[in-house]
Structures are given as C-alpha cells and as structure tokens.
C-alpha cells in the first residue's frame, strides 16, 4: 500500500461545478497536509495548507483533514476555467526539513 | 515566498553523459531540497542539500548517481550522471516555507528527456 493515494482522474467538470478532490494515506504521524496546484510546463505551487484535522477556507477553496479517516479533501466551489491544471496533495510530520510525500495528482478540466 | 530559478528549463541528453541543474534562490536557506516528478508518477525526494555539510540521500538515490553541490545558502547543483532514458523526469529543486510550517516552495523544474 502506497503512503498517500490520489484518484489521477482526468476530471472534467463544466466552468461553475463544485469540484471535490480527495487522498487517503495509511502514516498516521503526518501533521502537515497540503495540496499544490501545478499547471502544464510549470513548478507546483503551495495553494493551501492544514495543519492536523480541521477545515481551513480560502476564498474559493477549502480544504478538510480527518485523521480518523486518514483522508484530506479540497473543494474548489465555483470552478473557472483557469482552474484546469494537476492538484497534488502532499503530507509530512512534525518535523522540519522532512521529505514531502505526494500523491501522484488530480488532473482538473474546468470546460466553459 | 521565495523566488526559485532553475536552470536549463528543459534539456535533451543522450544516454551515458551527465547533466547538470541549477537552482538559484533569492534569500537565504539553510536546507534545499531536490525532486523527481516521473511521468504518472509521486514527485519524491531525491535528497536533501544544507550548505556546509554531505546531501542526505533518500532510498534509491545514491551520491554517485546524483551528486549535489551546495556551495552557499542560495545556490546548489543536482548532476545525473551516466543517464539512461529511465531518467526522462522532471527535476525540481525546492526550500522551506518557513514561518513554523513544514511546507515548501518549488522551482519551475527541468525537464529532462534522455534518448
């Protein structure tokens, strides 16, 4: 079993969808969890980041941590077009300087 | 957040040279960090690179394969040597968020194409 496992889609949606992105992992010494965006030719780029269970909101995006579950979400309401790119979830311990475990990503459509 | 640099974007190499990337921060950090994102595959830790001491290698990386260099807080070279097309990856280098998280900044990576 992988650390972190991510539905690679594609996922296609029509411009103004809700759109749920999900990752389970089996380390229950992860505290950081995140989730990056990263669009064609590009760097992944921090979009949100929790820190252990919780919910945290950011304009159009939320994303939630439950670790009884073991299973991070992030939702994107009111999806754009320019919103089409890969989503990598991401986790790590309490540990600075410690490896970030990825997902393999989420590839996003946002149709107009 | 930290602006990162890379250097070359993109590259064709035939099998058996070497290649080497640069990565350039605008402040300065102690650790920076270097990835491999595969096609349809995790990006993952090749190793860790703080200025003044040996990179720390994940499992499956080895210093011969994949030497780095850190010669100051801004700057570190990845080499990977003797390449094979089973190294065609995405390079990325990244640093430290920061401020009490354990989060990073990447790089635009280096794409790697190996015939």
């Known amino acids: 079993q992988k650390e972190v496992e991510q539905d690679p889609g594609p996922l296609s949606v029509p411009e103004g969808a809700i759109v749920s992105l999900n990752c389970t992992y089996s380390?229950?010494?992860?505290?950081?969890f995140m989730w990056y965006r990263q669009y064609s030719r590009k760097g992944p780029e921090l979009l949100m980041y929790?820190?252990?269970?919780g919910n945290k909101e950011d304009g159009r995006f939320t994303a939630q941590v439950d670790k009884s579950s073991k299973y991070i979400s992030l939702f994107i309401r009111d999806s754009q077009p320019s919103d089409s790119a890969t989503y990598l979830c991401?986790?790590?311990?309490?540990?600075?300087?410690?490896?970030?475990?990825f997902g393999k990503g989420t590839t996003l459509s946002v149709s107009s | 957040s930290a602006v990162i640099s890379q250097k070359p974007s993109r590259d064709i190499c035939q099998r058996g040279t070497s290649l080497t990337i640069q990565c350039q921060v605008d402040?300065?950090?102690?650790?920076m960090f270097w990835y491999r994102q595969q096609p349809g595959q995790s990006l993952t830790l090749i190793a860790t690179?703080?200025?003044?001491?040996?990179?720390?290698?994940e499992s499956g990386f080895v210093i011969d394969k994949f030497p780095i260099s850190r010669p100051n807080l801004t700057f570190s070279t990845l080499t990977v040597s003797n390449m094979s097309p089973e190294d065609s990856s995405i390079y990325l280098c990244?640093?430290?968020?920061?401020?009490?998280?354990?989060?990073?900044?990447f790089g635009p990576g280096t794409r790697l194409t190996v015939l």
């Open positions: 380390n229950s010494a992860f505290q950081y």
């Open positions: 929790t820190y252990s269970s």
């Open positions: 690179a703080n200025q003044g001491s040996e990179a720390t290698y």
């Open positions: 402040s300065q950090v102690t650790m």
């Open positions: 991401a986790m790590s311990g309490n540990q600075a300087g410690t490896a970030l475990i």
């Open positions: 990244s640093v430290p968020r920061g401020g009490g998280t354990d989060t990073q900044y």
